[in-house]
């Protein structure tokens, strides 16, 4: 099946990426609630540990040839600084800054759920950029798969009946 985003598809894949990463938590015990403030869209709470998470959730639809495309975390282009956005958010909730990303494509998707210091200790690239990135490549796919740090969730779809004219 070929991926055709609708017009508003970026706006809908934001929202499904939040619901997705809220029911995981959910199912794993956390109180968590969607938040509508820059730097952080999901505050979450283990109440077996009184962890706090603020959680900046990047989600995306890659068409065919584009699987393997990075996921922009942070732009730090033309005055901005989205990663003191989050700081900030995180500040003013008591949160832990933490950054999920959900990536699907035609007949799979990935879910990958991390601490803001375990992507600067382990996968940032040379401060100074004008992106922060999360890699896409089956090489880096290998290294979340192995690290324990990250909770990673790999989901695939069988299409059953779903085809239009």
């Known amino acids: ?30 109180e968590v ?22 959680i900046s959730i990047k989600s995306r639809t890659r068409a065919k040839g584009q699987e393997f495309s990075s996921v922009n975390i942070f732009s730090y282009q033309k005055g901005k600084n989205d990663r003191d956005k989050v700081l900030k958010a995180c500040k003013a909730f008591a949160c832990a800054p933490w950054i999920a990303i959900y990536v699907e494509q035609n007949l799979s998707a990935d879910l990958f759920l991390f601490s803001l210091e375990h992507y600067d200790c382990k996968y940032r690239g040379k401060i100074g950029r004008l992106i922060d990135d999360w890699k896409m490549g089956d090489k880096y796919r290998k290294m979340y798969k192995k690290d324990p740090n990250i909770k990673y969730i790999h989901f695939d ?9």
């Open 1 to 30: 099946m070929e991926i055709i985003k609708s017009t508003r598809h970026q706006k809908i894949i934001g929202n499904y990426g939040e619901a997705l990463l809220c029911n995981w938590l959910s199912r794993s015990g956390f």
């Open 157 to 165: 779809f069988s299409l059953i009946s779903w085809e239009w004219v």
């Open 33 to 54: 609630t969607i938040v509508d403030h820059t730097g952080i869209d999901v505050v979450a709470y283990n109440p077996k540990s009184g962890q706090r998470l603020g």
